[in-house]
């Protein structure tokens, strides 16, 4: 069984620049969720995609935009990149809540610098 | 909005000894999880509870949860090296975002 692999694990941008992360969702999970992790602090909800569809938001701009793919895999958007967007960003993966535990599956995480 | 808390925040202990880690949520919710993250690291899944008088445990750790009291606890017992890290709780609230607590940051003296 494959775990949620996130890619690039490592970045660095410079204000104003964007930046796309990817992840690719555990087998047969077909919810995936971002959350922002800021330097000693607790992941913070960005939203969740479920079958292609944003299904919910967190307290986040609009210039934070994400897709989901038919195989499950997601993207996040960034645009217009703030110094205060410098954080972990992870992924995770669930099967839906309604007939499972809801447990989320974290991949490792892309850390992303703005400069 | 739902806040999660913990208690302590930070937390040194020797080993061999045992502490609780408090969970405070402020509004109703049924379903809470315990993860750890090791420095640097991603977070790992611990414990599930889902329901009112839930319990469980693996190896040194037990975690519990009454959802009356809006209140989880996670013990340590004998604690030994190996369990240092940061532990995190998190309420599934409206069925599609968790919120975390603050987190709790364990260091195990030898």
């Known amino acids: 069984e494959t775990g949620v692999t996130q890619s690039p694990t490592h970045l660095i941008k410079t204000r104003g620049q964007q930046v796309t992360l990817r992840c690719s969702s555990q087998?047969?999970?077909?919810?995936v969720s971002w959350y922002q992790q800021a330097l000693g602090q607790g992941p913070q909800f960005i939203f969740q995609?479920?079958?292609?569809?944003?299904?919910g938001r967190g307290n986040f701009p609009p210039r934070f935009s994400g897709l989901q793919f038919p195989n499950y895999s997601s993207e996040l958007n960034v645009n217009a990149l703030e110094l205060d967007d410098s954080a972990l960003y992870l992924c995770?993966?669930?099967?839906?809540?309604?007939?499972?535990?809801?447990?989320?599956?974290f991949g490792e995480g892309s850390r992303l610098t703005v400069l | 909005e739902l806040k999660v808390e913990q208690n302590p925040l930070f937390l040194s202990m020797q080993e061999g000894k045992n502490y609780t880690i408090y969970c405070n949520y402020s509004t109703t919710s049924d379903r809470l999880y315990w993860y750890r993250q090791d420095p640097g690291k991603s977070l790992e899944s611990l414990f599930v509870?889902?329901?009112?008088?839930a319990v469980k445990q693996e190896g040194r750790l037990m975690a519990s949860l009454d959802t009356k009291a809006r209140l989880s606890t996670l013990h340590i017992t004998a604690a030994v090296h190996d369990l240092s890290a940061t532990y995190f709780c998190?309420?599934?609230?409206?069925?599609?975002?968790?919120?975390f607590g603050t987190g709790t940051s364990l260091t195990v003296i030898p």
């Open positions: 995770a993966s669930s099967l839906s809540r309604r007939r499972n535990t809801g447990e989320l599956f």
């Open positions: 087998s047969g999970h077909n919810t």
């Open positions: 509870l889902l329901s009112n008088g």
């Open positions: 995609y479920y079958r292609e569809e944003e299904n």
């Open positions: 998190a309420v599934d609230w409206t069925g599609n975002q968790f919120y």
